[in-house]
Every structure is written in C-alpha cells, then in structure tokens.
C-alpha cells in the first residue's frame, strides 16, 4: 500500500492510499460517513494485478485538509475536491467507484463533469433525486434518515466520542466483520489526529438532503434540475438490500435519470457491503474494467 499527500490547485490536500499496477486501467475509491480511505485496502489488494487504485480520504477526514466552515462542505466543493484529484492525477478514470457519502459525490460529479469518468460503480448510495424524493414523500425512508437530524447537531462530535464511540458502533448493526483490530483503525479515523470527526458532520450540516425539521425546511422547496443529476455515463449499482438507513424503494425509478444502468442487489448484505462481500466488490470492478 502507497501513502502519499495529493495537493489541489485550490489549495485542499486529500490524503492518499494507493495500490495496483501503474498503468492498468485507472480506478478511484470513494468512501463514506463514518469511513476513511482504509476502507478499501482489502479491495485494492484484490485488484493489484488488474488495475492502478488510489483511495482518497474525503476533505474533512484524516490527514486530509478540514477547513472551519460549515459553507466549506457544500456539495459543489466537495465534488470539486474530486475533480480536481481525477485530474491531477492524471486525466479520466476508467472506473469511479463510491459508497455512500463518496457515493453522492461520484453521483453529482458523473453528472456535471461527464468527460472524467467512463464508468461509475455506486454501492448503497442515493441517487439525489430518488433520495430527495423518498425524503418528501416516503413515511420509512424518513424514519431510517432521522439519524442525519441528530449528525447535524453543533454538539454531536462530543456526543460521538463519548464511551469509546458508543454511539458510531450501532452504525454497523450486527457487524461479524468487525474485528478488534478494524475497530482500532476506526478509532483512529475517528480521533483524526485529535480533530475529531467535525468536519465529517459538516457533510450533513451543509446538506439540505435530509428528513424536514420544520415547514421551513429547504428540503420543501429544494429544486434539482434534471441536467444537474441525469448521469449519461454507465453507471452500475450494487445495493445490499438488508441496508437499514438507505431502503431499497431509493431505486424505483433511478432509470429516469440514469438511463445506462445496470443494477445488481444483493441479499442479506447491509450498507457495509465492502467490508462484508470485498470479493463480490473486486469481482464487480474487474468485469467492469
């Protein structure tokens, strides 16, 4: 596994980790809340032999640069951040592939940017119109998303820290994966080098997707233009149904918007698919290579 620093020309540092054969088919990986790059270590390793891999840690994640500001984590930064990595690391990908937050970003990015990226690989994250829908008008969908309420609160990273992180272990349900050493680079993502995970929360605070809190939410009046989230490029999704936050009523209708898709749920897997299936997710990527 390589570690480097990737600094942008907008002045964001993302922390790296690479692995694969330099000049095989090159592929990013996205992470998720309340994940860091490590996440894909296994996958890569799986797919040394057929592809160049780099994982960034997300601003706001450790090692990578966390600005102060809330307004610093809107959308349109973020996915500046990875346009900004795809290209100075040399040009489009091949494959951008993304689990939840990462997910979102791939999804706008895909949509905005098409030139960057050939195809797309989305595990358990929401389209944002499908999502923004579900969140409006579906009952379960906003009862699993109330969580995101309680993320956004100005006190929440204290709140996650205390008793060993006793409230982010229930994240990961009943996790048979999640080994005492898996749990000790958690930790560590968590503590990110003693600036916590406020920067990971400003994800939600900056985002309008999430269940109303009042009449005067924005998500009643939150508007997303079609061009702004069709996804002409190929886009295959890998959904593991037993998600307990993202429900599966989030793909009726994604062919609406992304009209190249290719969808494969997986039964009895959670929205921790990569860390539950690494095989299936490296099989998944090698075909579509």
């Not at 894909?40 to 032999?49: T, Y």
């Not at 968590?190 to 929360?201: F, I, P, T, V």
Request: proline content about 7%.
């Amino acid at each position: 596994m390589r570690c480097f620093d990737l600094v942008l020309p907008h002045g964001i540092t993302l922390a790296c980790r690479a692995a694969g054969r330099i000049g095989a088919p090159r592929v990013m990986l996205l992470h998720g809340f309340p994940e860091a790059a490590f996440v894909w270590d296994e996958v890569m390793a799986m797919l040394a032999a057929d592809a160049d891999c780099v994982a960034p840690n997300l601003r706001g994640y450790v090692g990578s640069s966390a600005p102060v500001d809330i307004a610093a984590y809107r959308p349109k930064w973020l996915v500046a951040d990875v346009a900004a990595a795809i290209t100075a690391l040399g040009g489009p990908l091949d494959l951008l592939v993304a689990h939840d937050w990462g997910g979102a970003l791939a999804w706008s990015l895909a949509a905005a940017q098409p030139g960057l990226v050939k195809r797309l690989l989305i595990i358990n994250s929401p389209h944002p119109a499908t999502f923004l829908r579900e969140l409006r008008h579906d009952a379960a969908q906003q009862a699993a998303s109330a969580y995101m309420n309680f993320l956004c609160r100005p006190d929440a990273d204290v709140l996650l820290r205390e008793r060993d992180h006793a409230r982010l272990w229930p994240f990961f349900g009943d996790a048979a994966w999640l080994t005492e050493a898996l749990r000790e680079r958690y930790r560590a993502a968590w503590d990110n080098e003693g600036r916590g995970l406020a920067g990971a929360l400003n994800y939600y605070r900056a985002s309008p997707l999430r269940p109303a809190t009042g009449p005067g939410d924005p998500l009643h009046t939150l508007v997303l233009p079609d061009a702004a989230v069709t996804v002409a490029v190929p886009a295959s999704v890998l959904w593991g149904d037993a998600d307990r936050a993202l429900l599966p009523g989030l793909l009726d209708g994604l062919q609406t918007w992304v009209p190249r898709l290719q969808l494969q749920r997986v039964q009895q897997a959670s929205h921790w698919l990569v860390h539950e299936q690494p095989a299936l997710v490296a099989d998944t990527i090698r075909r579509l290579l």
